[in-house]
């Protein structure tokens, strides 16, 4: 059975390239195949009537117990037979149907990727599977409503069900999941041994509602039936194969599987029976307003299915009987119905049927269809569809809750689809034909006529011969969904009874409003517009409420202020990291002494002398020379804790830093005003408890005591495994090297960032040039000139020196790439950057990927010597510059050379920016 | 004396955001460079201020006691380098910005639309 189910997708899968190698007859050999695999199926019946049930399993994910399992018992044995043999039938007929639309391979396609997915529905044995085939036959659904794309309205209807069933689908996701945590399991073998559990367990009715509210919408129950006729903007054979036979089925498939583990209750009856009542009642209703044939017999559909899950919820021996004898005479009128109207829109250009009348002379054989298929939906005895609208008010009539309500319900709508069924079989083919009709009606191609008579032929075939399938295939089918063996003989002539009393009053009931057919209209069409228009037509409100709601949030929350949004992380920030700091921080015993006493506190007036000067000076120049004093304030806080590698860098990145600063802001605008001037108390208070926020959480971590665990472990291995006496570059180059070639790839890419931004303009936009503004300002000074001369070899010596001296002294790539870089920085600002660029003779964009590639390669070795990445690895021996040889040592390479060509990137184009 | 830095480390804080909700492009860069200091300071803060001597190990591989900790000492050592870097990348994406739109206002820039005036 799963091989059927996975070559019907491989069919679906090559069918395009199919339709490319044999054009037209690709839907005949979809259509034999969907036979063949009917044939297939067909094998398993006798099995399945002496009460086995089938089972394949592969296991798919075996952590959560979800197998990917199929399951053959009387009810998916009738829903497979159903899906292939309609499936056929339709392929054969839209062979020909589809015959003047483009991309009929994507069609065929589509349509065969959608009978998998429903065969998938029907055999899956593990609901999570078939949550997955469930949700495929949404997008194939989607797909093909949408298949005349150019088409808005088709298009919208697409959408429309994609969104409505597909969003329920979410529900019954979330339902089945529930399902699977009360009942231990996922699979259907276990769940039905563990109906009383589940019945018990307090989460049945979220499940019940989810799993009602996933096939509610999937069944086109109310409020979720709009999408069904609307999707008659697809091709009819679409109409007449997912939205009478297959598709709309599967929600009460689903209801009828569950049934035995979630049914039999107080809840679920009067759930399930009221929404299908009031969808059954809605639908025959507003079928009688319709003037599109095609949306006639979708409303007529839409009541037939709120029937079919009233006769679920009702339960019992005559609902489940009446339930499976109705499904399979409604899949073979309506989908026979659903074609003819194909062929008469095809022949006569219009499905309106005000126009269509009188067609009998010219479309015989479809007038056949008509009248056999309608005689069978108006429940005419010797038909099948009498015995199922018999059933259905027996069920009615026997029903141990509500019996009243629901067949005065069922008598109702069954005087509707008497009328919907006159217009099919009489209307249509009887009287004079208007003139006005867009084409002059033929006799239809046999390949249009031929399927919907078969269809309709073996509705009447089973009506005066219901042997054929009542015990074999029917029987099971009703001892599935009932949990128990349930007989099942039906009769070819009436019995008298009350049910049959009622069926004559909606025979005659619906003979007269198919008399008085344009009154009936008039009246549903003014009763409907009484409704307010947001419970007339409910799915437009709701989506442009959705729309305006995410206007709303956007506006409030995406407003685009930078403002606004630091507001609101500091706010958040500051409200659940406090609370989570009032609450359970423990302050240890604040340690007074600890650090240097007198120069911190000369620094730290420094420090606040700057921030605040910060706060209140206007002048960008002033801005920069104080953020410079902050600077070289933090340098000088690490180098009195023992920071000296810290100090030395912040010392050069500071001097990097105000040079760059100066060169740029003096782009920028010179006075840089306080604009927001309401608020200010606001931010002022909401950055002092940020502030303090911070300060809190430092202090709770301080009055710990130094608490690091991997401090000894990594000055212990300093020596003995990295060669290393400075601890902090060793740290950098061997330990968390890995962190290190992250940290200089961020750099790099920043640097080629800034080049992006300075050198790439928009295409059609011509680059900017011009030369550094300071060499034509009056910055040259003859000393800095001079001096620089000098100072150019000096600095590139000192880098060296930090640089090779960095594992035993202070030193290391970073400070010396930066004390490199700082050499040419300031031959630029002194004399200008095209000498400076002719000094480095690199570009230095280069150097950025030379560093690069040295850093990755230096990780290769440890790769080769069969260790992991970075591992560092160590020559034998030293030498006189270099105490030790190693791969930490490329690496160090590496980053200098990056951090040269990074900065000076970064440097040389904005000085030569204009 | 640690108090005192912890305070310091907060007063940054609240000086880099309160640059922050400004409404001016130099502010925010000026922002931006106090947290920068600010969160570096954390940092090295919070590894405790326990030793004055710099983590280096003697010559013969023996470790002295009392040395400073050398793991936040590594971490802040790269966030200095590539703080300068972004920090560089934030200036001059903002001076593009200023350039094409010539307004140093931040609250006139709600849109990706660019209006040279």
Do not use: F
């Given at each position: 059975m799963l091989v059927s189910i996975l070559l019907a997708i491989g069919l679906a899968v090559v069918t395009p390239g199919l339709y490319r190698l044999l054009g037209r007859a690709t839907g005949v050999l979809l259509g034999l195949a969907s036979f063949g695999l009917g044939g297939y199926y067909l094998r398993y019946a006798d099995g399945v009537a002496a009460g086995e049930i089938y089972r394949e399993s592969v296991s798919w994910v075996p952590l959560f117990g979800v197998e990917f399992s199929a399951w053959m018992d009387g009810l998916s044995l009738v829903f497979v037979l159903i899906i292939t043999g309609v499936g056929g039938l339709v392929f054969l007929y839209a062979s020909r149907y589809m015959q003047e639309y483009d991309l009929q391979g994507r069609f065929f396609g589509y349509l065969m990727l959608f009978e998998a997915a429903m065969l998938g529905v029907a055999l899956s044995g593990d609901v999570i599977a078939l949550i997955v085939f469930w949700e495929l036959t949404s997008i194939s659904s989607f797909l093909l409503i949408g298949f005349d794309n150019d088409r808005p309205a088709a298009r919208r209807a697409a959408l429309q069900s994609l969104i409505i069933t597909g969003g329920a689908g979410l529900a019954l996701l979330a339902g089945v999941i529930l399902l699977t945590l009360a009942g231990g399991s996922s699979s259907w073998g276990e769940l039905l041994a563990r109906g009383q559990t589940v019945r018990d367990s307090a989460l049945y009715p979220a499940i019940l509602v989810l799993v009602l509210i996933g096939a509610g919408a999937k069944s086109a129950q109310w409020p979720f039936h709009v999408w069904l006729p609307a999707a008659m903007e697809a091709p009819s054979p679409v109409s007449a194969y997912l939205h009478s036979a297959a598709m709309v089925k599967a929600g009460i498939y689903l209801l009828a599987r569950v049934h035995p583990v979630l049914g039999g209750t107080d809840l679920w009856a009067w759930l399930v029976g009221t929404v299908g009542m009031i969808t059954m009642a809605v639908g025959a209703w507003r079928a009688l307003g319709q003037t599109d044939l095609k949306r006639m017999l979708a409303y007529s559909t839409v009541s037939v299915l709120g029937a079919l899950v009233m006769l679920a919820g009702v339960g019992g021996e005559y609902g489940i009987r009446a339930l499976i004898v109705y499904l399979v005479a409604h899949a073979l009128y309506k989908s026979s119905l659903f074609l003819m109207a194909g062929t008469v829109d095809h022949e006569a250009g219009t499905r309106d049927i005000r126009l269509l009348r009188g067609l009998g002379r010219e479309m015989p054989l479809t007038a056949a269809v008509g009248l056999l298929a309608g005689l069978s939906m108006a429940g005419i005895p010797l038909t099948f569809g009498f015995s199922g609208k018999e059933l259905l008010l027996e069920a009615g009539l026997q029903a141990s809750r509500g019996s009243w309500l629901f067949t005065v319900a069922a008598v109702l709508s069954s005087v509707s689809m008497v009328a919907v069924a006159a217009v099919c079989g009489l209307r249509l083919w009887w009287g004079e034909r208007a003139q006005e009709l867009p084409h002059t009606p033929h006799r239809a191609p046999l390949r249009l006529d031929l399927p919907p008579l078969i269809l309709a032929s073996a509705g009447a075939l089973l009506g005066v011969w219901p042997a054929l399938v009542d015990a074999r295939l029917l029987g099971p089918a009703v001892g599935a969904v009932a949990g128990a063996a349930v007989p099942l003989e039906l009769h070819v002539w009436p019995i008298v009874n009350l049910a049959l009393a009622l069926s004559a009053v909606a025979l005659a009931g619906g003979a007269a409003v198919y008399f008085f057919l344009e009154r009936a209209r008039r009246w549903e069409h003014a009763a409907h517009g009484l409704l307010p228009g947001w419970l007339a037509d409910w799915y437009p409100t709701v989506m442009h409420g959705l729309s305006d709601a995410a206007y709303v949030h956007t506006r409030w929350?995406?407003?685009?202020r930078l403002r606004s949004y630091v507001m609101i992380c500091c706010i958040a920030t500051v409200l659940l990291a406090g609370y989570t700091l009032i609450r359970k921080a423990e302050f240890g015993p604040i340690p007074l002494e600890m650090g240097v006493g007198a120069n911190l506190w000369a620094l730290i007036i420094v420090f606040t002398v700057c921030w605040v000067a910060i706060l209140l000076v206007r002048q960008v120049l002033s801005i920069v020379v104080l953020l410079g004093g902050i600077g070289f304030s933090m340098a000088l806080v690490f180098l009195l804790h023992g920071g000296i590698d810290l100090g030395i860098t912040q010392v050069a990145v500071e001097a990097l830093s105000v040079l760059l600063f100066v060169l740029v802001l003096y782009q920028l605008p010179q006075q840089v005003d306080v604009r927001v001037r309401l608020g200010r108390l606001g931010d002022v208070a909401v950055a002092l408890a940020m502030g303090g926020l911070i300060a809190g959480a430092l202090l709770a971590v301080v009055s710990q005591g130094p608490v690091s665990a991997v401090a000894p472990y990594y000055l212990d291995k300093a020596y003995p495994e990295a060669h290393g006496l400075n601890v902090v570059t060793v740290i950098l180059l061997d330990f968390r090297a890995l962190d290190t070639l992250g940290e200089i790839t961020v750099l790099g890419v920043a640097s080629l960032g800034v080049f992006a931004l300075l050198r790439l303009e928009p295409r059609g936009r011509p680059r900017m040039q011009g030369d550094l503004p300071l060499s034509q300002g009056g910055l040259r000074s003859r000393i800095l000139v001079t001096t620089c001369l000098y100072l150019l070899p000096l600095l590139l010596l000192l880098s060296l020196f930090l640089l090779l001296r960095g594992h035993e002294q202070p030193g290391g790539g970073f400070v010396a790439g930066l004390v490199g870089a700082m050499a040419f920085a300031l031959y630029a600002v002194a004399r200008d950057a095209r000498q400076a660029r002719a000094a480095l003779r690199v570009v230095p964009r280069y150097l950025v990927g030379t560093g690069l590639l040295l850093a990755v390669g230096s990780g290769i070795f440890g790769v080769v010597a069969g260790q992991p990445f970075l591992t560092g690895l160590w020559a034998p021996g030293g030498s006189a510059i270099l105490a030790h040889a190693g791969t930490p040592v490329l690496l160090d390479l590496g980053v200098y050379l990056l951090v040269i060509g990074s900065a000076l990137t970064i440097f040389f184009d904005l000085v030569e920016m204009p | 004396m640690l108090v005192l830095l912890c305070i310091t480390v907060g007063g940054l804080f609240a000086a880099g955001i309160y640059q922050m909700l400004r409404g001016s492009l130099v502010r925010l860069i000026i922002g931006l460079v106090l947290l920068g200091h600010a969160v570096n300071l954390l940092v090295f803060t919070a590894g405790g201020l326990a030793s004055i001597r710099p983590p280096y190990v003697l010559p013969d591989g023996s470790v002295p006691p009392g040395l400073a900790d050398p793991l936040p000492q590594a971490l802040i050592l790269t966030a200095i380098v590539i703080g300068f870097g972004t920090q560089a990348f934030a200036i001059v994406l903002i001076r593009r910005v200023y350039r094409e739109v010539r307004t140093d206002d931040l609250h006139e820039l709600r849109t990706t639309d660019v209006t040279r005036k």
């Open positions: 929350l995406q407003n685009g | -």
